[in-house]
């Protein structure tokens, strides 16, 4: 039951590098997301999709793209990383339909430390 | 204005001893879930209970059951018989929207539940 993986588990970037976090996910699920947590201040939420092809931006968008080519596969990407997006971040996905409460299914979290 | 508000940076009790955790949130939306996630030292997010805004009755998993009052907009999680095991970051977090409409969530801060023996 691998359920939702996100790679890599830790990294350290220097300001101006890219780099991509990797989530996929074998529920067969549509919804896929990915939050940034903070100390202090919760769980923020950065961009998400809602299936195959279609992506939105969540809270904290800026500074971060994704893209969706399969349902298993939700990358998120930093172009050019700077001390702010120092963070953990949580990619996370769920059953999306009728009938469906939104219980969000999570990886295990990537720390991402940016000098 | 905050959407979800957990008041108690962190909270201790006792092992056996009941701990109610508060949250309280913000929505013009009838129809919105509420939900508890628990965050262990190991980081993980583990789902503890979900509240519907229609539900009729509290929910209940195990020891943990969720004390929901509609008109003052409060989603308590309360956990009996409190263990080691339970020390942990607790966040509440909520839907806007119906049931399939969004699975978008919105966090509150968290409140550091610590259990001594």
């Known amino acids: 039951n691998a359920g939702v993986t996100q790679t890599p588990k830790f990294q350290v970037l220097k300001t101006g590098q890219s780099m991509t976090l990797q989530c996929a996910q074998d529920m067969n699920h549509e919804y896929m997301s990915w939050y940034r947590q903070d100390p202090g201040m919760g769980l923020r939420l950065i961009h998400y999709?809602?299936?195959?092809?279609?992506?939105d931006q969540g809270e904290v968008p800026n500074g971060y793209n994704v893209s969706r080519s399969t349902t298993e596969d939700f990358p998120l990407r930093l172009l050019s990383a700077a001390p702010s997006q120092t963070s953990v971040y949580f990619c996370a996905s769920s059953y999306y339909g009728t009938g469906t409460t939104g219980e969000l299914f999570f990886g295990e979290g990537s720390r991402l430390t940016v000098l | 204005a905050q959407k979800i508000t957990q008041t108690q940076p962190g909270m201790f009790v006792q092992e056996k001893e009941a701990v109610t955790l508060d949250c309280t949130y913000d929505t013009s939306d009838p129809s919105y879930g509420l939900f508890w996630y628990k965050q262990p030292s190991s980081g993980e997010m583990i789902f503890l209970i979900y509240q519907g805004s229609y539900d009729q009755q509290n929910a209940t998993e195990g020891r943990y059951s969720l004390n929901f009052q509609k008109a003052r907009k409060s989603a308590n999680l309360v956990i009996s018989a409190s263990q080691l095991g339970d020390s942990a970051m607790y966040f509440c977090?909520?839907?806007?929207?119906?049931?399939?409409?969004?699975?978008?969530?919105?966090f509150g801060t968290g409140t550091r539940l610590q259990v001594f023996p």
């Open positions: 977090a909520m839907r806007e929207g119906a049931e399939g409409s969004t699975d978008k969530l919105i």
């Open positions: 999709s809602v299936g195959a092809g279609i992506t």
